[in-house]
């Protein structure tokens, strides 16, 4: 009797742990990462590999589970002020002021091996975007700039291969694939450009964004930036003006004409696109218009 109850006892652990489903297995592997479980991160993922094989998912378990055991925290101490870190301040031996704060090293060789897994999952799952997006982020925080862009535009060419039916975590369908891809691409671009001055490589990204995209008003937006960085203002107007065309309502556009205009001392064309900057009503720029008028004005 004992034995039939240990063996009935064994049934149901079996049959509820192949009760399963790969979203609570996700939701429970990802509460042992937030938590830093690494023993119940290891079952989790034992489990998962028992009960699915041949899941897609496990190249984004595996991915994480090695990029988590690259990151070391390392603290920094220096007699420089960091900028953009958190830090806190004491003094050495001989009293002198120095900065404390932690930065993120990564183990080589666990970061190749994250990096080679999403690789792999990319080629054997070419749709699943958020693959594609974990790569780029990942070759980003580790200063990979340039593999990181060759990523976004083999993205880029994917897109119009698959029709921009991109599937994320899970397996589940992106509503918008064409708008989530172009978006992200843009946070990059932003990041390349302003954040990091990584001027050729963000300028890769909106060619090859454009080669595909033609009439991206965001990447338009972009190009014209490149024209006006260099100095070449007129190339610059030249391309906002067709933006114009093309989206007459966008503020962000009239203001970059009308301020064009401003630079080449042409009053009358900044007044004009001022003056529509002004009727759009726009929370931001209408204000800006109205000041900008009552200077050219004076």
Partial sequence: MKRAFLLAVAALFCITAFSQTRKELYDSLAKSFKDK???????IIADWERLYPKDAELYS????LYLSKAM????????????????????????????????????????????????????????????????????????NYREMVNVL?????????????WLWTLDEKTDDGEG?????????????????????HAETLVNKVLQYYPNSIVFLNDKAIFAYDRGDLDGALKEFLNIHSMAPDDAVVI???AYLYQSKNDKANALKYYRLLEKTGDEYYAPLAKKAIAELEK
């Fill in 180 to 200: 989530v891809m172009l978006d992200s691409f843009q946070d990059y671009f932003n990041d390349l450009f302003n954040e990091l001055g990584e001027k050729e």
């Fill in 153 to 165: 535009c083999k993205t880029v060419e994917r897109s119009r291969e698959n029709g921009n039916n």
């Fill in 72 to 143: 070391k925290e390392v603290v920094i101490m220096s007699k420089e002020k960091p900028e953009g870190e958190e830090y806190f301040t004491g003094k050495d031996s001989l009293g002198n002021e120095i900065y404390m704060y932690s930065t993120v090293d990564y183990d080589g060789g666990m970061l190749q091996k994250s990096l080679s897994t999403l690789e792999e999952g990319i080629s054997k799952f070419p749709d699943r975007l958020d693959f594609r997006f974990g790569l780029a982020s990942v070759l980003y925080d580790t200063d």
């Fill in 61 to 64: 378990v595996y991915a994480n």
């Fill in 255 to 257: 203001n970059n004409i």
């Fill in 37 to 43: 479980d690494t023993v119940q991160r290891e079952k």
